[in-house]
């Protein structure tokens, strides 16, 4: 580019965050460019070092520390998040917990789970000591989503630093204060680490900036559409990536199954955050004896649900200015396709809020069962048997969660190990994200890679192999000195045992 050709537009060096509920602005934040994101990376790599040097449980105490003080916060974080994102105050504080469930967790479990251990060497190297060790990456880079501006990237943050790592957060440009916030309440509960967490505030600009700033690893929670333009420009540098997108998650209903708990779990599992959870419930596969029970029963709860800016409110605003015209467009394609509308329908949508939306028979290609909807709606259709649920459920792009209704639990899981979905729930909804053991995680356009649990931990290091020589073999086969004969003789042995075997 020449120079005359080069944008001089002055780039805006703050944003603006505006309330969902109310449209008033909330704060300022600045939008950091490559140079903050570069210096923030520098300065995370400095801490990395002596983070990475410590002893597991130093590091653990650490962060129980800032567990601890987040505990303390609660209040004040919850607040910022429910204003932020318009969600009930009672729904941000279940986040803060939840949040605080993982985070003492990976604290807890990182040293057991990536500490050093044998294997077994084998046959052929029996002569050499063999370990494993799962060291830190360095810095991590973590981009967020504005739905669980907390508890969806401390999946990353938390696991990651406990695993010996510095991390440099990119919130959402709709939730930057809760990442700001986070960032200091950890330097105050752990002081003399400058940097080891740093939030870098801005929108899709600061976010590609994060991308190329030659962190270690990148992990990314978002749409597929970003993950995917993300996930170039890290492959630009080879930056391993682990993208957690979105869902279309399907509700498996079995004719023995208890439909008020079932009923109950729909509404929750679709309602709640106003539908916005990657996890929440879009699809439901009920066998035709009891659809219509079951569709009756939804319908009853759904309607019943207060929804609007009160405090009391069951949800609150769509977060995002354009998602009501998207659950809109997902309605009135699936009722123009032949679907029937059991509760609310196109006038459901009202501005920012979006009142429960029930619909049935909703076509398997039209947008409401094949597109992330994201809003309070739910699509309930009737199957011939459970064969046929299992199908259509799988029958989707998106890969992450799933959940069994089912009056008998060993049918419901073995209902379960046949659905393509990273976790899956038997009569509940969502009943995995409150286990920190459980990783988390999809495939296809859900994404790839896991958080949480172990796998989460191992996700965020590299495991380095070592083998030791305890002893000068009898046939050294990694030497040009070793006689043919004896060579020929150790390969005429190991063939003798591994047909045999
Ligand atoms: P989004 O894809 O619009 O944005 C996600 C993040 O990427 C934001 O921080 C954004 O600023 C940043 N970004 C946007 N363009 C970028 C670019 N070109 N380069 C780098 N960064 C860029 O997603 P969203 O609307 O914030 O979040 C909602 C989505 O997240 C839904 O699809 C939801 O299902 C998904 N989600 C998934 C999980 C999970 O764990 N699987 C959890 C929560 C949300």
């Known amino acids: 580019m020449t120079d005359t050709a080069r944008d001089t537009t002055p780039r805006p060096t703050t944003f603006t965050v505006h309330s969902p509920a109310t449209g008033k602005p909330l704060a300022d934040h600045p939008v950091a460019g490559p140079e903050e994101v570069a210096r923030a990376v520098r300065r995370a790599r400095t801490a990395a070092d002596r983070w990475a040097a410590e002893s597991a449980p130093r590091r653990r105490d650490h962060l129980l520390r800032f567990k601890r003080r987040l505990a303390s916060a609660l209040d004040d974080v919850a607040d910022t998040i429910a204003a932020e994102t318009g969600k009930p105050r009672g729904d941000a504080e279940l986040e803060v917990v939840l949040t605080l469930e993982h985070l003492a967790w990976a604290?807890?479990?990182?040293?057991?789970?990536?500490?050093?251990?044998?294997?077994?060497?084998?046959?052929?190297?029996?002569?050499?000591?063999?370990?494993?060790?799962?060291?830190p990456l360095g810095v991590v880079g973590v981009i967020g989503p504005w739905n669980y501006p907390l508890y969806t990237p401390m999946g990353s943050i938390g696991y990651a630093?406990?695993?010996?790592?510095?991390?440099?957060?990119?919130p959402s440009e709709h939730t930057p204060g809760t990442g700001v916030l986070l960032a200091e309440l950890f330097d105050a509960a752990v002081p003399?680490?400058?940097?080891?967490?740093?939030?870098?505030?801005?929108?899709?600009?600061?976010g590609e900036a994060l991308a190329r700033s030659g962190v270690d690893k990148l992990?990314?929670?978002?749409?597929?559409?970003?993950?995917?333009?993300?996930?170039?420009?890290?492959?630009?540098?080879?930056?391993?990536?682990?993208?957690?997108?979105?869902g279309k998650d399907a509700v498996v209903v079995t004719a023995d199954a208890d439909l008020d708990a079932a009923a109950d779990a729909v509404v929750w599992g679709a309602m709640s955050n106003a539908g916005q959870t990657c996890a929440g419930v879009e699809r439901v596969y009920a066998v035709r004896e009891v659809h219509a029970a079951l569709c009756r029963k939804v319908v009853e709860r759904a309607g019943a649900l207060p929804v609007g800016?009160?405090?009391?409110?069951?949800?609150?605003?769509?977060?995002m200015p354009g998602q009501a015209a998207v659950v809109r467009r997902h309605v009135d394609e699936a009722l123009a396709a032949g679907a029937r509308a059991l509760l609310g329908g196109s006038a459901s949508v009202s501005g920012r809020y979006v009142s429960p939306v029930v619909l049935a028979d909703v076509p398997e290609d039209s947008a409401a069962m094949t597109e992330e909807t994201f809003g309070p709606t739910v699509a309930i259709n009737a199957v011939a048997d459970v064969d046929e649920a299992v199908e259509r459920a799988n029958a989707s792009a998106y890969a992450l969660a799933a959940s069994v209704f089912c009056g008998d639990r060993r049918a419901g899981a073995a209902i379960a190990a046949r659905l393509r979905a990273g976790a899956v729930s038997v009569n509940s909804v969502l009943g995995f994200a409150a286990v920190p053991a459980l990783p988390f995680g999809g495939s296809g356009d859900s994404g790839f890679g896991r958080v949480h649990g172990e796998e989460g931990l191992k996700a965020f290091t590299a495991p380095q192999s070592v083998t030791v020589r305890r002893f000068a073999p009898p046939v050294n086969l990694t030497s040009f000195t070793a006689p043919a004969a004896a060579r020929a003789r150790a390969v005429a042995v190991a063939r003798w045992l591994h047909r045999r075997r």
């Open 161 to 170: 630093l406990a695993a010996g790592n510095a991390v440099v957060f990119k």
């Open 107 to 135: 604290a807890r479990n990182a040293g057991r789970v990536l500490r050093r251990r044998g294997v077994p060497s084998g046959l052929v190297a029996a002569h050499q000591r063999a370990t494993l060790v799962h060291r």
């Open 309 to 319: 800016p009160d405090a009391d409110a069951a949800y609150g605003p769509m977060t």
């Open 219 to 246: 992990a990314f929670t978002g749409s597929p559409g970003t993950a995917r333009k993300v996930m170039a420009v890290c492959a630009e540098s080879l930056t391993p990536f682990l993208a957690e997108c979105g």
């Open 192 to 206: 003399g680490y400058a940097g080891l967490l740093t939030t870098v505030t801005g929108a899709a600009a600061t």
